[in-house]
């Protein structure tokens, strides 16, 4: 039987928590400030519920959001946020498979059901 020292057990159990619920890697919900998502680059954004605006794409009728928000970066420090869409649009399909954090704050808030 092969011994591994504990370190080694719970380092991996911490990986797999973090990386293992959509939950978390999906984002959270602040009571304040809405719903959350941290960045790959350490920025947090937060979105509130009312200011996200989803619709139907004109012409190809995928779901489409734009978003506002507050961006905090590493040392907490506050700044007004706006979504960048796709091909210099301000709206974002939310039709990817990896969709940006203005569709997943949209789903959260059941914004995409229409």
């Not at 947090?44 to 619709?55: D, L, S, W």
Request: glycine content about 8%.
């Amino acid at each position: 039987m092969i011994k591994i020292p504990l370190k080694y057990l719970l380092g991996a159990f911490a990986v797999v928590s973090i990386t293992g619920s959509d939950a978390i890697a999906q984002g959270y919900v602040n009571a304040n400030k809405g719903f959350c998502q941290k960045t790959d680059n350490g920025y947090e954004i937060c979105i509130k519920e009312e200011n996200i605006i989803c619709r139907k794409h004109p012409y190809n009728n995928k779901n489409e959001c734009k978003a506002s928000g507050i961006s905090t970066d590493l040392v907490g420090e506050e700044k007004h946020w706006i979504n960048s869409g796709d091909y210099n649009s301000d709206w974002n399909n939310c039709t990817y498979k990896n969709p940006p954090i203005t569709c997943i704050a949209a789903r959260h808030f059941g914004k995409l059901n229409f």
